[in-house]
């Protein structure tokens, strides 16, 4: 689904603890418990195009994921899916379905993970890439970086998001 990542990143074991935390599902929410500390970047993918977005560092008990639905009342399979800054309006396959997503889910760093995938149109992906903070290089404002020494090994589109800023788009093929 995805460009993999290099092998020479730190791997780690991450638990993501999450649960829908409304009633009509509209918010699902995660934590992230890791031996070391960690940084995020969400993914959510649709029509080939890849909407990004990085997290500060993460603390023990902070939420690591957070999605949730903006759903028009009027037409329940009408529906806007937010994670990070990105929030596509999508048409379900049927009102009020939502993509089973574990209340526990455990993954490695250094790999991007799907989390889910809406069966809408057009369908959306949500993933997710963990990396180990000593991966990584903090600057101004808390905004993080691939570590130069790690990027020469990492290819296209993930340099542009690893090396880049905060949020942004780009083209992913899987």
Request: proline residues 8%; glycine residues 6%.
């Amino acid at each position: 689904m995805s460009p993999s990542a290099p092998s020479d990143l730190s791997r780690c074991r991450v638990a993501l603890a999450g649960c829908w935390t409304t009633a009509e599902r509209t918010v699902w929410s995660a934590t992230a418990a890791c031996e070391q500390p960690i940084v995020r970047v969400s993914l959510l993918i649709s029509d080939g195009t890849a909407q990004w977005s990085k997290s500060t560092r993460l603390g023990p008990e902070a939420e690591a994921v957070r999605l949730a639905l903006g759903v028009d009342p009027a037409d329940r399979a009408h529906v806007i899916i937010a994670c990070g800054p990105a929030s596509p309006p999508v048409r379900l396959a049927a009102p009020d379905v939502r993509p089973p997503l574990a209340d526990e889910i455990t993954i490695e760093t250094g790999v991007v993970t799907t989390l889910c995938r809406f069966d809408s149109a057009p369908v959306v992906e949500i993933a997710v890439l963990f990396l180990a903070t000593s991966d990584v290089r903090f600057g101004r404002n808390r905004l993080w970086r691939l570590a130069p020494s790690r990027a020469t090994h990492v290819e296209e589109p993930l340099r542009g998001i690893l090396c880049g800023g905060r949020s942004s788009e780009c083209r992913w093929t899987g």
